[in-house]
């Protein structure tokens, strides 16, 4: 059995983006239009700048798929860059450059450490590979795991509870509508923070600045027991956490009560357990789904802050990675937000995790073996206890 693993490539300007996912079981059934709709859900959201209006994200899948089953083998996908008919010539793998060089770097972004470190003294070396497009194909890969996971009764949804400094009221917010069809730009459950919320978008935009947030995912329906307290490379959470720090501009991670532990009594944060009709039950999830790194069957509640944009139209004070003299940092086609699009990524690098986890657990060369073993491990629990 092989781990559920995978790797993208591809640059923000070139001819594509690629994915390549090994380990799914054979006879997962697929939707390429459930692909292509958490693809378009990436690139939606009040504040996104004009690069989402050249591009069109779809899905191509080019093995590992036959007659809507998986194989068992590597899926491989591809999403085409519309918008390298105009970089071609800047973006050419081989041949002499043209076009000017970006040696401007941008504070908070990637450009002066991975130039430094890659002996470029082209910041467009780091740049491409660096964006946040990266994620379309981390999306596309979370796409096909959130359908696995759908299938043995799990749902990954998100949805974003702060924006520029802007919360949202839990108490206006039914959870368990979030994950429904919504008219929301900006993938918030209160109308009345999301009023707020664009209003500061707004002003950030005449501004040139930027702005960051918080989103929260949320995993229904997980078996206890994922993850082991054995090894510290095992723990699920940290998994987790290190998966959502991975997206880009992500800056902070908490699960279930999180940082807000530190502050309170053991009394106020421990989830008690009752019984009824013989099964364990809690009336709270401050754990956020998770004990001694392993899941507890509660819901996972997991909540990210991404920072703003390093991209101002305003742009700051830098230097030149080549005359090393002091400017103003370059200036990159930007969103002024993109909270809502980072809490699509985060439910797919979750439901990447999970699905990893479930594969770990019971076995992945086959959906019936899988679900079998998911069975049994189930009625095991329900019978000891």
Not at 148 to 155: I, K, Q
Not at 305 to 319: D, E, F, W
Request: glycine share 10%; with cysteine.
């Amino acid at each position: 059995m092989s781990e559920l693993r995978f790797m993208t490539a591809g640059e923000s300007h070139g001819p594509c983006l690629t994915a390549i996912i090994e380990g799914l079981p054979a006879g997962l059934s697929l939707n390429a239009d459930a692909i292509n709709r958490d693809l378009a859900r990436r690139q939606q959201g009040y504040g996104r700048g004009g690069r989402m209006k050249i591009e069109t994200d779809k899905a191509d899948v080019l093995s590992g798929v036959r007659f809507n089953e998986t194989l068992g083998g590597p899926i491989a996908l591809r999403v085409v860059n519309r918008d390298f008919a105009n970089w071609g010539a800047r973006m050419a793998a081989f041949g002499a450059q043209t076009g000017p060089m970006v040696t401007a770097a941008r504070p908070g972004h990637a450009d002066f450490t991975g130039a430094c470190k890659y002996a470029r003294k082209d910041v467009r070396d780091i740049l491409e590979r660096s964006s946040a497009r990266e994620t379309t194909m981390r999306v596309a890969v979370g796409a096909i795991c959130k359908e696995f996971l759908h299938v043995l009764g799990m749902e990954v949804v998100s949805h974003v509870v702060t924006v520029g400094g802007v919360s949202v009221d839990a108490a206006k917010i039914d959870r368990a509508a979030i994950g429904t069809e919504t008219c929301s730009e900006l993938n918030c459950y209160d109308r009345d923070a999301e009023v707020r919320m664009k209003q500061k978008i707004d002003e950030a935009r005449k501004a040139g600045d930027t702005l960051g947030g918080v989103f929260e995912v949320i995993v229904r329906g997980v078996p206890a027991g994922l993850g082991s307290h054995i090894q510290w490379d095992k723990r699920l959470d940290g998994k987790l956490a290190g998966a959502l720090m991975s997206i880009q501009a992500i800056k902070g991670v908490e699960i279930g009560a999180g940082f807000a532990c530190g502050f309170l009594p053991g009394s106020a944060v421990h989830d008690e357990m009752f019984l009824k009709d013989g099964m364990v039950y809690r009336k709270t999830n401050r754990a956020g789904g998770f004990e001694g790194g392993m899941t507890n069957g509660e819901e996972i509640v997991v909540r990210a802050a991404m920072k703003p944009i390093p991209t101002l139209m305003t742009p700051l004070h830098s230097v030149d990675v080549a005359s090393h003299e002091e400017v103003l940092a370059s200036r990159e086609r930007s969103d002024t937000c993109a909270v809502p699009a980072a809490s699509v990524v985060g439910e797919a690098m979750t439901a990447f995790v999970i699905a990893q986890a479930i594969c770990e657990k019971f076995g992945a060369d086959a959906m019936v073996d899988l679900r079998k073993a998911i069975h049994f491990y189930k009625a095991r629990i329900e019978r000891d206890w």
